[in-house]
């Protein structure tokens, strides 16, 4: 079972890379500040709903093979459950379940009317081919579609999933249920009941919260040199929206490698590389490192941006940034976040500096219900509106309860959703 006290990491089942520990010690930690008693920790620490099917799925070669996937719906108090869908190897339950609660507290950190769910498939998609990805899509779909729909559960992309694949599930729950209902998922493509800006919207939320930070702690953009790990939708396109802003990408990498320049990385063309090649190596106006010498680099600015648990008590110690702006979800541990706040690093959380895509999502599944879409600059506006308002709404509670920016968006978070089951009442 989860292990949900402050003081966790003392017990024995302490895991420090179990992501749903790591969100349990920090929900923890904010329902400590906020007294919540012991009852409705209970309920807000515990996923509502939690799906696994098995999807057969006939190979290109004739072979039959079973995938295994999951949905889970941390708590859907708020609205209905909203979270992407990852696609990996090594997806487990625990990872879905942390994903899930994160989604819950950071769709209440921007004020946004959904709980959290999440969902995963266990599988390679560097295996698979195209048709073959499409059949898993569309029988995790049929798997799990009686907990989906517009008004109860509605996934979008994670790692390995993107428009192409919201299109698959979009069609599949419509073929089901007999009426295109493209509010079911978001992330679509434009023509299919997309949003103009949602590719973009982490990415930029991520670039709103750096500028924002560095506001806060007196950096200017022009003098901070950017570290970026990870160049997909979040880290490729925050690296871009960053280098535009001003700011010098010093060094950019994906799983293979990393990019680095100490005078400054031309993002738009090292992201034209990466399309043409797939790859990052051979781009000539870098040197290329291993991944392992990436988060050591000297900078001002760190951005994790790949995948959990990169920040860790092995590497903390090390790190040179003056400011981390989380864009991936979980990449720092409960441990590091002690090491970086003894060190004076200032941490923007996961559940705010990524919020940008949810917020983008939720205006996604506004247009689609509406019929009515909306122009880029209505949807940036909206969008840096909610991203400038989440972030100051989250530096007033670190500083009222004298905590990190992190146990702020948790405290900010948890009383959001606290609020919300003392008017509804628990029913039972
Ligand atoms: P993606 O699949 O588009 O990109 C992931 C990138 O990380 C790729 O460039 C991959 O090569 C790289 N990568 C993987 N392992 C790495 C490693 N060890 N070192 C360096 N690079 C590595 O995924 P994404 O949508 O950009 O998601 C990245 C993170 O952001 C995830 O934690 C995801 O949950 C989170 N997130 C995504 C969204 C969204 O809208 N896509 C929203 C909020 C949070």
New binding site residues.
């Given amino acids: 079972m989860p292990i949900a006290t402050a003081e966790a990491e003392n017990t024995p089942q302490f895991d420090e890379l179990n992501p749903f520990q790591a969100m349990a010690q920090r929900f923890a930690m904010a329902a400590d500040h906020l007294g919540l008693d012991a009852g409705v920790r209970d309920v807000l620490r515990t996923p509502d709903r939690e799906m696994t099917v098995a999807i057969p799925t006939l190979m290109d070669d004739g072979s039959l093979r079973v995938f295994i996937g999951y949905r889970v719906q941390h708590n859907f108090s708020r609205g209905p459950c909203k979270g992407?869908i990852?696609f990996a190897p090594d997806v487990n339950i625990d990872e879905v379940r942390a994903?899930a609660a994160w989604m819950t507290w950071k769709c209440s950190v921007v004020d946004v009317p959904f709980g959290g769910g999440k969902g995963g498939v266990i599988c390679d998609p560097r295996e698979l081919s195209e048709a073959e990805l499409e059949r898993i899509t569309r029988r995790y779909t049929t798997g799990i579609m009686d907990i989906l729909g517009p008004d109860r559960d509605v996934p979008?992309?994670?790692?390995?999933t993107?428009e192409r694949t919201m299109a698959w599930i979009m069609d599949t729950y419509s073929m089901h249920v007999r009426r295109t209902t493209t509010a079911i998922v978001t992330?679509k493509p434009l023509n299919l009941g997309g949003s103009r800006g949602r590719s973009e919207?982490?990415g930029r939320g991520v670039m709103i919260s750096c500028r924002e930070a560095m506001r806060k702690i007196g950096m200017r953009p022009e003098d901070a040199r950017v570290v970026v790990?990870?160049?997909?939708?979040?880290?490729?396109i925050g690296a871009m929206l960053m280098h535009r802003e001003g700011m010098r990408i010093v060094s950019l990498?994906?799983?293979?490698g990393?990019l680095h320049n100490e005078h400054g990385l031309d993002v738009p063309a090292v992201l034209k590389h990466l399309r043409e090649y797939r790859t990052l190596e051979g781009y000539a106006e870098a040197e290329y490192l291993q991944?392992s010498e990436?988060l050591d680099l000297d900078c001002d600015v760190l951005v994790p941006?790949?995948?959990?648990n990169?920040i860790t008590s092995e590497n903390a110690e090390r790190i040179k940034a003056r400011l981390i702006v989380e864009?991936?979800?979980?990449?720092t541990t409960v441990l590091a976040d002690r090491i970086l706040e003894d060190r004076g690093i200032v941490v923007i959380p996961?559940i705010l500096a990524?919020?940008g895509?949810?917020t983008v999502s939720y205006f996604e599944w506004v247009q689609d219900r509406a019929g009515f879409f909306w122009t880029e600059e209505i949807v940036n506006s909206r969008l840096e509106l909610i991203m400038t308002n989440a972030f100051q709404s989250v530096d007033e509670t670190a500083t009222r309860y004298g905590v990190s920016m992190r146990i702020g968006a948790y405290i900010l978070a948890v009383d959001r959703v606290a609020e919300v089951y003392k008017l509804r009442g628990v029913y039972s």
Wanted: aromatic letters at 2%.
């Fill in positions: 992407g990852r994903l979008a992309p994670d790692i390995n993107n992330g919207a982490t790990q990870g160049s997909g939708n979040v880290g490729g990498s994906d799983m293979y990393t991944n990436q941006a790949a995948v959990e990169q864009g991936a979800n979980g990449p996961d990524n919020a895509g949810v």
